[in-house]
């Protein structure tokens, strides 16, 4: 999943380039006093995240939610948020910010429950439970509950599921997850062969692969052993679209709610209001609660704007809170220092990877990737975003969250050297004749990302590097940087897993047969190798062996091939108006669990 503004994770993919603007550079301040006493979440604190899902019976999937202490109803959410949302449409959200907003909007057959602990369990959603299997994982089955309706009233049945699921299929669906389009009908792109124009032309999958045999049972048919299934269908990518009011691509505008809120006005780039869906029925839903009465979602509102406006805590600021922003680097010492203050903070460790693409496509010489990567300040690339509160050195691709993570796996020296090694660094580009090399750098157009990109430009340039800067408007940034032909050399990126496996982070990335316009393998890897690995890899039923097998496929790619030089591990601390109670850090949504806040008054 990519992260804020999250590809694929969340998202989650911002790229970063060299930008056009004239920026201070961030990075020189490493001795600051706001991260060098108090460091945020630390990797035992990510460790407790990377613990692997149960899942829930009948009873665990029953609503109404188990309430939150203190809830009262009614009021509105300010809620601040930097950009506007990539898409709308749940086969097309694969991102971070997309993800919370589903959460709301969005119902699944399967959903995440996650306790006081931040223990999480898979239940039924729209399901009467997280799926039965008696083969061994080959062959899944769902029942609807009783009484789901959409915004408009009109109950969903199977017939709606499978329209889902086919539609995923479908040319103009691009941007989401491919894991059970995978499992289903072939890896890479092939799925796609199997319903070339969707649901729409007439034609259906067979029953041999999903069978609907009434109005209330889904069943899954896989060739392979998917345990996982369970944990795939609880991504807003898999969410419900009823069949009747399955608009294509215009569905991306103007979705049909089947959770608590509805759209009632949106106006891209400027705000958004979601309002109750009173057709959402409490006593299907385990996971979600309708306590407020609706949200008010501006956009254009950095960091640095959000932060402010909560910490001073006037007027509609007092029921604010940061969707997928965090506390800007310059607030945090205002923010953690006040006691009043910190207590309306929530914080977590995420589990995201900021990654510097190489274009593989056009950056072909490893030791001109190795350069760069042993270059990079990256202790001095997190300090825009957040500082230690919001980041730590990444030493691999890895995720300290993600089950497998070896904390002294460092093949680049970067937990000894977080500033980059220069001289080494332009000792390789001599032996590779690289010196003087133009590389075109892409960033996304916010503070934060150009702050980074004056960073990242000004290390480039030290090693000899011509960089040609381009900066690209943020709102269409996955549109761009997923393209195959995208024109770009590097960009930086933001992926975490889907669940805690490598499953989710190595294939998605790095699996050059899912390569396409869209997908998520940003540096355009395509290794036989790596490929083999992968679909070996996956074949293994014992989780125990199935990590070694990451574990060795994530060296060799690191080591072997350097798709992507590792930046930083991200947190988050997030902070809320006084009178919003019920805010807790979500494991599962890396950011506030916006199913559970209330108004205090």
């Not at 608590?260 to 057709?279: Q, R």
């Not at 970067?414 to 590779?432: C, F, S, T, V, Y």
């Not at 396409?516 to 039923?541: R, T």
Request: charged share 25%; hydrophobic share 35%; proline share 5%.
């Amino acid at each position: 999943m990519s992260i804020f503004g999250t590809r694929k994770a969340t998202a989650i993919v911002i790229a970063v380039a060299a930008g056009s603007l004239v920026l201070t550079a961030c990075g020189g301040n490493d001795n600051k006093s706001d991260t060098s006493k108090t460091q945020g979440k630390t990797k035992e604190d990510a460790a407790k995240q990377s613990a692997a899902v149960s899942f829930g019976d009948a009873k665990a999937s029953t609503g109404p939610a188990a309430e939150v202490p203190g809830a009262r109803p009614g009021g509105t959410v300010s809620v601040y948020q930097t950009d506007d949302f990539s898409h709308l449409d749940p086969a097309q959200s694969y991102v971070s910010d997309a993800r919370i907003l589903g959460r709301l909007l969005h119902r699944g057959l399967t959903q995440y429950q996650e306790d006081e602990t931040g223990k999480m369990t898979v239940v039924g959603d729209l399901a009467t439970d997280s799926g039965k299997t008696t083969d061994g994982g080959k062959t899944w089955t769902y029942t609807l509950k009783d009484g789901i309706k959409d915004q408009n009233g009109s109950p969903i049945t199977s017939a709606d599921v499978r329209h889902t699921v086919e539609r995923l299929y479908a040319p103009f669906v691009t941007d989401g997850p491919v894991y059970l389009q995978n499992w289903l009908s072939g890896e890479g792109t092939t799925y796609r062969k199997a319903l070339p124009e969707g649901p729409y032309g007439g034609q259906h999958l067979g029953n041999d692969v999903l069978e609907t045999p009434d109005e209330k049972t889904i069943v899954f048919k896989f060739k392979e052993p998917q345990a996982d299934l369970p944990q795939a269908l609880a991504m807003t990518g898999y969410s419900i679209v009823p069949a009747k009011t399955d608009t294509k691509e215009k569905y991306d505008t103007a979705p049909v709610a089947l959770g608590p809120y509805k759209i009632a006005d949106f106006k891209p780039g400027k705000e958004m209001k979601l309002v109750k869906n009173e057709n959402w029925d409490a006593k299907t839903d385990s996971v979600r609660h309708q306590y407020v009465d609706g949200f008010n979602i501006a956009f254009n509102q950095d960091d640095e704007a959000q932060t402010k406006a909560i910490l001073a805590d006037r007027d509609e600021a007092k029921n604010g809170i940061q969707m997928t922003g965090t506390v800007a680097t310059t607030q945090v010492q205002n923010v953690v220092n006040d006691a009043a203050a910190k207590a309306r903070t929530i914080s977590g460790y995420q589990p995201y990877v900021w990654q510097l693409n190489f274009n593989l496509d056009r950056v072909k010489d490893k030791r001109v990737r190795d350069a760069i990567t042993m270059a990079m300040p990256n202790k001095n690339v997190y300090q825009p975003d957040g500082g230690a509160f919001g980041g730590e050195v990444a030493t691999g691709l890895i995720s300290p969250t993600t089950p497998g993570f070896e904390k002294d796996y460092d093949p680049f020296g970067k937990a000894k050297n977080p500033n980059g090694d220069i001289e080494g660094a332009k000792k390789l580009l001599k032996e590779a004749g690289a010196e003087g090399l133009k590389l075109t750098y892409a960033y996304a157009n916010t503070p934060k990302r150009q702050q980074q990109a004056v960073v990242i430009a000004d290390r480039l340039k030290a090693i000899g590097i011509d960089v040609q800067k381009k900066e690209i408007d943020s709102a269409t940034w996955y549109e761009q940087v997923g393209k195959v032909d995208n024109g770009l050399d590097l960009y930086m990126t933001g992926w975490g897993q889907d669940w805690p496996s490598a499953s989710t982070v190595i294939p998605p990335l790095y699996d050059g047969k899912q390569l396409q316009d869209g997908s998520s393998v940003y540096s355009h890897i395509n290794d036989p190798k790596v490929n083999d690995a992968i679909a070996a890899a996956k074949k293994i039923v014992d989780p125990a062996e199935a990590q070694k097998a990451w574990t060795a496929l994530h060296h060799d790619i690191v080591e072997r091939i350097n798709p992507a030089a590792p930046l930083y591990f991200t947190k988050s601390l997030q902070i809320q108006g006084s009178n919003v109670g019920g805010a807790r850090y979500s494991n599962d949504l890396s950011a506030i669990d916006v199913t559970r806040v209330f108004l205090k008054s």
